[in-house]
């Protein structure tokens, strides 16, 4: 009886092992479809309760299906750069996966945006992804709202109203034709730039429906020329469509000889009407200069300052005074997260204002390249980004 038992043992081990690995064998490919769990779920190597856990997945994770198990009671999905099973009975098939956000497209932030620990403004702020910023969500809020991702080694989740898809239009053969002294509005998020092309620096990110008159349009007619907050940028045309609701107005002030007029931010002045000429000093934000002559353009103007006769770009003037814009209801709070000097500018080169200890409570007006612009009691000033939270 010993020897019969022995064999009958062993041909059970043999066939349960023989079953495990049909089941992987035999797995269904599933069309990338995407799940959403329906309870705390374990994470498994394997098809099966019989391989080792690996970890959970809460209520309401997005997950994209690889696999399906030959019985079908069995799914393997990616999770964080690894290949694991769960079971199927606690997927049910998310609805809105072909119209809300696209796992593993490329998206970009279209503000800059706080990153919390969780799907929700209840959890704590981890760092700030800056606008503009390519990511790639990694899963989504079952409710859609929220998408997690990776900044800077950092995982963590944003709002998803503060991401647009990249767009991948490829330029027209023709220009847009737009006309000065119409008016447009922008058909999506927009970058407008400090010049006619995507070599210069972006002066601003114009929201959809943003109104735009031209005042100039270049040769080529790619590129348009208008006033918008008080300076002189462009745009590309191929963004722009009329806006037929408003009535044709009037074309923007351009500088007018012999009056005086207003920086409208730090400015080179020049011994030419070019920025190849040279550089004979700086005028500073909102500073009052009188405007002598133009080149034939009017795009240079010829201004007295500080006993200095120069040229400066014409599209950083106004006739109006331009007052410090109070922004305080723009900022948003952070907490130090560690003893951490305050600079007079974005760099470790400016000098300190004041050292702020640790989990002490700041205001923050804006983040640029790592360095965020705060105040602390009545300091304001610069400090890095990465130390508060």
């Given at each position: 009886?010993?020897?019969?038992?022995?064999?009958?043992?062993?041909?059970?081990?043999?066939?349960?092992?023989?079953?495990?690995?049909?089941?992987?064998?035999?797995?269904?490919?599933?069309?990338?479809?995407?799940?959403?769990?329906?309870?705390?779920?374990?994470?498994?190597?394997?098809?099966?309760?019989?391989?080792?856990?690996?970890?959970?997945?809460?209520?309401?994770?997005?997950?994209?299906?690889?696999?399906?198990?030959?019985?079908?009671?069995?799914?393997?999905?990616?999770?964080?750069?690894?290949?694991?099973?769960?079971?199927?009975?606690?997927?049910?098939?998310?609805?809105?996966?072909?119209?809300d956000i696209k796992l593993d497209s490329q998206y970009e932030t279209t503000a800059n945006v706080n990153m919390r620990k969780g799907p929700s403004t209840d959890y704590t702020k981890i760092i700030i992804v800056p606008a503009q910023t390519k990511i790639t969500p990694i899963k989504s809020s079952s409710d859609g709202k929220w998408v997690q991702i990776n900044y800077k080694n950092v995982t963590g989740w944003i709002s998803a109203q503060y991401i647009k898809t990249v767009s991948t239009t490829p330029t027209p053969t023709q220009p847009n034709k737009v006309e000065v002294g119409k008016k447009y509005k922008t058909t999506e998020y927009v970058r407008a730039r400090k010049g006619p092309g995507t070599s210069y620096d972006v002066a601003t990110v114009l929201a959809k429906g943003t109104?735009?008159?031209?005042?100039?349009?270049?040769?080529?007619?790619?590129?348009?020329?208008?006033?918008?907050?008080?300076?002189?940028?462009?745009?590309?045309?191929?963004?722009?469509?009329?806006?037929?609701?408003?009535?044709?107005?009037?074309?923007?002030?351009?500088?007018?000889?012999?009056?005086?007029?207003?920086?409208?931010?730090?400015?080179?002045?020049?011994?030419?009407?070019?920025?190849?000429?040279?550089?004979?000093?700086?005028?500073?934000?909102?500073?009052?200069?009188?405007?002598?002559?133009?080149?034939?353009?009017?795009?240079?103007?010829?201004?007295?300052?500080?006993?200095?006769?120069?040229?400066?770009?014409?599209?950083?003037?106004?006739?109006?005074?331009?007052?410090?814009?109070?922004?305080?209801?723009?900022?948003?709070?952070?907490?130090?997260?560690?003893?951490?000097?305050?600079?007079?500018?974005?760099?470790?080169?400016?000098?300190?204002?004041?050292?702020?200890?640790?989990?002490?409570?700041?205001?923050?007006?804006?983040?640029?390249?790592?360095?965020?612009?705060?105040?602390?009691?009545?300091?304001?000033?610069?400090?890095?980004?990465?130390?508060?939270?």
């Amino acid at each position: 009886m010993k020897s019969i038992d022995k064999v009958i043992l062993g041909g059970v081990v043999v066939a349960s092992t023989i079953g495990i690995n049909y089941n992987i064998a035999s797995a269904d490919i599933v069309s990338q479809e995407i799940y959403t769990t329906t309870n705390r779920l374990n994470m498994r190597k394997g098809p099966s309760t019989d391989y080792t856990l690996v970890g959970t997945l809460d209520k309401g994770v997005k997950v994209k299906a690889i696999e399906k198990s030959s019985d079908g009671k069995w799914v393997k999905i990616n999770y964080n750069s690894q290949n694991v099973w769960v079971n199927f009975a606690y997927l049910q098939k998310d609805k809105s996966s072909n119209n809300d956000i696209k796992l593993d497209s490329q998206y970009e932030t279209t503000a800059n945006v706080n990153m919390r620990k969780g799907p929700s403004t209840d959890y704590t702020k981890i760092i700030i992804v800056p606008a503009q910023t390519k990511i790639t969500p990694i899963k989504s809020s079952s409710d859609g709202k929220w998408v997690q991702i990776n900044y800077k080694n950092v995982t963590g989740w944003i709002s998803a109203q503060y991401i647009k898809t990249v767009s991948t239009t490829p330029t027209p053969t023709q220009p847009n034709k737009v006309e000065v002294g119409k008016k447009y509005k922008t058909t999506e998020y927009v970058r407008a730039r400090k010049g006619p092309g995507t070599s210069y620096d972006v002066a601003t990110v114009l929201a959809k429906g943003t109104q735009v008159v031209p005042v100039e349009i270049l040769k080529s007619g790619y590129w348009a020329m208008f006033k918008y907050n008080n300076q002189y940028m462009y745009v590309c045309t191929d963004y722009l469509e009329a806006d037929n609701q408003s009535a044709t107005p009037t074309e923007p002030e351009k500088p007018i000889n012999g009056k005086d007029y207003y920086t409208t931010a730090n400015l080179n002045i020049r011994d030419g009407a070019s920025t190849t000429s040279s550089k004979i000093g700086k005028i500073p934000n909102g500073t009052k200069v009188s405007v002598v002559d133009f080149n034939s353009n009017k795009t240079w103007a010829k201004v007295v300052y500080n006993n200095k006769t120069g040229w400066v770009s014409a599209q950083y003037l106004s006739t109006k005074s331009q007052e410090p814009e109070q922004k305080e209801d723009t900022y948003w709070t952070g907490t130090t997260t560690q003893n951490l000097n305050m600079r007079k500018g974005p760099s470790t080169d400016y000098s300190i204002i004041i050292t702020i200890p640790k989990n002490s409570d700041v205001k923050i007006y804006e983040t640029k390249s790592g360095w965020a612009k705060i105040k602390y009691k009545s300091y304001e000033g610069y400090c890095s980004a990465l130390f508060i939270k």
